[in-house]
Structures are given as C-alpha cells and as structure tokens.
Nanobody, 127 residues
Framework: VQLQASGGGSVQAGGSLRLSCAAS????????VGWFRQAPGKEREFVAS??????????AESVKGRFTISRDNAKTKNTVYLQMNSLEPEDTAVYYC???????????????????WGQGTLVTVSS
C-alpha cells in the first residue's frame, strides 16, 4: 500500500483546508485510513479515522465539530479527505495519513494500528 498526502498550506485562524490522501497498491486489504498530526516538539497524535467502506468514522475530541473525514464516494479514486474548518493556531502541525491492513486490531485511535504511512503535509494556522 502506498499513500500520498497533499493539501496542506498556510491559512489564518478561522479558515479552512482540505487534505487528501490517495491510496494505491493493495487497497483491497485496507481496513481503515487515519489522519494523525505532529506539532513541533510534540508527539504524533490521532486526528480522525474512517473505515475503507466509508461507513464508520472517529475523531479526536479536539477536532470534533470542526473536521470531517470521508472516503471518496466514487470508491475507485481510493482517496480519503480531511475537511478542516474553523482552524485554530493549535491545529498547526505536519499531518500524516496512514492505513491499517491485516491483522486488524480495532485500535483505530492508536498509531501502532497503522502499518502504512504517507509523507506528511504541513498545515500552518496563523492568528
């Protein structure tokens, strides 16, 4: 499985960005795709996850109501999006997408659930 993240940039507080994560290769074995972020000097943290069929989603408390994760409805595009609204300076980080493949453990909020990672995309929110 290969993952390509894109869509980062610089915005002012209150603005919006949409991140994309394009998956290729053995996408048939993907269980979930998650977004994580890592701010300077901090550990990588969970942001959101979506099941590969697009049915189930999960969010960190800090982004609930502001961020929306989704799988491309066309399915064939194999792309997961993270729509980020009402951005705050605290959202500044490098954002990574990741995919889990068998064996699935159901621990979608945890970094070690995911065994394939894309490169990061930088999101900078200014006040």
């Amino acid at each position: 499985v290969q993952l390509q993240a894109s869509g980062g940039g610089s915005v002012q507080a209150g603005g919006s960005l949409r991140l994309s994560c394009a998956a290729s290769g053995r996408t048939d074995i993907i269980g979930h795709v998650g977004w994580f972020r890592q701010a300077p000097g901090k550990e990588r943290e969970f942001v959101a996850s979506v099941s590969w069929n697009g049915v189930s989603t999960g969010y960190a408390e800090s982004v609930k109501g502001r961020f929306t994760i989704s799988r491309d409805n066309a399915k064939t595009k194999n792309t997961v999006y993270l729509q980020m609204n009402s951005l705050e300076p605290e959202d500044t980080a490098v954002y990574y997408c990741a995919a889990d493949t068998p064996p699935y453990t159901g621990r979608f909020y945890f970094i070690d659930e995911y065994n394939y990672w894309g490169q990061g995309t930088l999101v900078t929110v200014s006040s």
